[in-house]
Each structure stands twice: as structure tokens, then as C-alpha cells.
């Protein structure tokens, strides 16, 4: 039995003797996770049923009410979050295919930023505004996550001020892009304005973060060539 275990673990390490570069390490890292301290950074959401949430409920009853069907269809086109839906801000050539160097930054800085809040749901463990109240409906699917912070939220904005770092005459435009991100899940039904104004701090934070870490500049200087050679010269 043992000649069979240690038979096992050599093959295992002639394949990764044999394996290309980079096949079985794992995904960079900026920042890690656990050392993000979010409860120095955020406050505790609302209780439920508390004045606070109630009030808000009202809030989102109010906006369910005078929400548009261009807002809805604004709002379920951002439902699967990209960074790439800031092109409506940058412009139609702002594609993965086109900036691979910058798609490789925006996808790993999304994919840290949603594992943080994914942690912070987890320990607030806040039930989404429908769950909370049947009056309120959401108008795109609602994730089985919990409520607190705002997921696109948070990855908005920093995703936001990360292109403010690429393109800084877009900046304004980009940082109200973003927050209307935020916005438009309130007029879904899918989160309450705590949550929003939570993941918008929360963003603005683990931005500061990300530009923190070696590796995040290290991969933001090549991104930084890549959409100054990529972006048209031309408005």
C-alpha cells in the first residue's frame, strides 16, 4: 500500500516537473482577503425591521414605482457585472479582445473585490429587500447571496477609479458610470441604499488597497501601455 502512495505522489510530481509554466500556480494576487479588516471599515447594517430598514423599504416602494422601462433594461444589462460595461463610457473599442493586458487586470481586481464582499455578506448575513417585504419586486434576478455591502457596489467603483488610472480625462464620467451601477440596484429591488453606500465606501477603499500592491502595479504599468497604444488618438 505504501509502494502504491509514494508511486502516486511521484507521478504527481513528474507531471508538475513536466507542466508548463504557470499550469498549476495559482491566481495572482493583489491583496488578500483576510487582510481586509471590514469591520473597521464599514458599520453594521441596519437591523431588520428597525426604523432605519423600514424607511428604506419605503425608499425602494417609492423607486420601484417611478423606475422606467429604460432604467429596467439598463439595470438587467448590468446584472452579470463586467468591468467591460464601462464602455458605454470609454467607447465600443474598450473590449477584452482589444486590451488583453487590461482585461487581465480589471477580471483579477473583480474577481478579489467580489471575493471580500462575498466575505463581508457572509458575515452580516442581511436578507435582501424582497425577502425582507413581498411588496417589493425586484426586476432582475436576485442573487442567493445576502445583502450587505452591495457587491456591484463595491466592484463598480473600484473598477471605476482603476480606469480613472488609465484614462484620467474620464475620470468624472467614470466614477458617475459607476455609481449609477450602484444606484440601479436600488431601482431593481435587489439591494437597500445601506447597501450601496457601504460597497461604495468599501470600493473606495480597497481601491487604495490594490494600488498598495506591487503586483496590482506592476500589471496596471503594462495595461497603462497597452490603452495608450490601443485607444483611438480621435475622440
Not at 419605503?58 to 433594461?73: V, W
Not at 458575515?123 to 445583502?147: L, M, N, T, Y
Not at 481601491?207 to 504599468?221: D, T
Request: glycine content about 6%; some cysteine; charged content about 25%.
Amino acid at each position: 500500500m505504501k509502494a502504491f502512495g509514494y508511486g502516486v505522489l511521484g507521478w504527481f510530481c513528474a507531471v508538475a516537473m513536466l507542466a508548463p509554466a504557470g499550469a498549476l500556480a495559482a491566481h495572482p494576487h493583489y491583496i488578500e482577503t483576510e487582510a481586509v479588516d471590514l469591520k473597521a471599515v464599514l458599520a453594521a447594517p441596519p437591523a431588520d425591521g428597525s426604523p432605519e430598514t423600514l424607511g428604506e423599504i419605503d425608499f425602494l416602494l417609492a423607486r420601484q414605482k417611478s423606475r422606467t422601462p429604460e432604467e429596467i433594461a439598463r439595470a438587467k444589462s448590468e446584472e452579470k457585472f463586467s468591468p467591460f460595461l464601462f464602455a458605454d463610457v470609454v467607447g465600443p473599442w474598450f473590449t477584452p479582445e482589444n486590451l488583453p493586458e487590461t482585461a487581465v487586470l480589471l477580471d483579477e481586481t473583480t474577481r478579489e473585490t467580489k471575493q471580500i464582499t462575498e466575505t463581508a455578506k457572509d458575515d452580516w448575513s442581511r436578507p435582501r429587500p424582497p425577502f425582507q417585504d413581498a411588496r417589493i419586486h425586484p426586476a432582475v434576478e436576485v442573487p442567493k447571496s445576502d445583502s450587505y455591502p452591495s457587491g456591484h457596489a463595491t466592484r463598480s467603483v473600484v473598477i471605476g477609479l482603476v480606469l480613472g488610472e488609465l484614462a484620467p480625462d474620464l475620470k468624472a464620467k467614470l466614477d458617475a458610470r459607476a455609481r449609477q451601477v450602484g444606484d440601479d440596484r436600488l431601482l431593481a429591488g435587489a439591494h437597500f441604499p445601506s447597501d450601496v453606500a457601504a460597497g461604495q465606501k468599501l470600493g473606495t477603499f480597497l481601491f487604495e488597497k490594490f494600488k498598495a500592491s506591487p503586483e496590482f502595479q506592476a500589471q496596471l504599468v503594462k495595461a497603462k501601455a497597452e490603452f495608450e497604444h490601443v485607444r483611438p488618438k480621435t475622440p
